[in-house]
């Protein structure tokens, strides 16, 4: 018995003696890490706060433009058709809201009369009469409608 206690103290001496080099590396990190963000903090505030409103806005800018430039890459730049613009008219927006309502509400047959109207409107664009197609489409699956 007096062996194992032997044992499991050097055991336990070994594993410090090993752990402790890198302890001693991650504190020399943080302590540095933390002199770092406090001359900063010094810096920001030794300038004038007209200074940080301007480096502030500066960088909300150039988020700003990186979110825009990546929003402008296009998907197929090979593409021969022009990407088609995904938005709905004011003036069609009630009808479409009014479309998911109904649908939701299980009217089948008043979707299908409110999408064909929306269908038939010279004043619907491409994508407000695609949508009113997609949500005819679903109300007739859902009436069991497959003819």
Not at 68 to 85: L, N
Not at 109 to 120: C, F, N
Request: charged share 25%; proline share 5%.
């Amino acid at each position: 018995m007096k062996h194992s206690k032997m044992r499991h103290s050097l055991l336990a001496v070994a594993v410090a003696v090993l752990v402790m080099p890198g302890q001693a590396v991650l504190a020399q990190q943080a302590g540095e890490e933390q002199s770092e963000n406090r001359s900063g903090r010094a810096d920001a505030r030794s300038r004038v706060p007209s200074e940080r409103a301007r480096e502030r806005t500066e960088a909300r800018g150039s988020k700003q433009s990186e979110k825009a430039g990546a929003a402008r890459v296009e998907q197929y730049p090979q593409a021969t058709r022009p990407a088609p613009a995904a938005k709905a008219t004011a003036k069609m927006s009630a009808k479409l809201q009014k479309l998911i309502t109904l649908l939701d509400t299980d009217k089948p047959a008043e979707v299908r009369a409110l999408a064909d109207e929306i269908l038939a409107n010279p004043a619907a664009n491409e994508y407000e009469r695609s949508f009113a197609a997609q949500i005819a489409g679903q109300a007739s699956n859902d009436a069991n409608d497959v003819a």
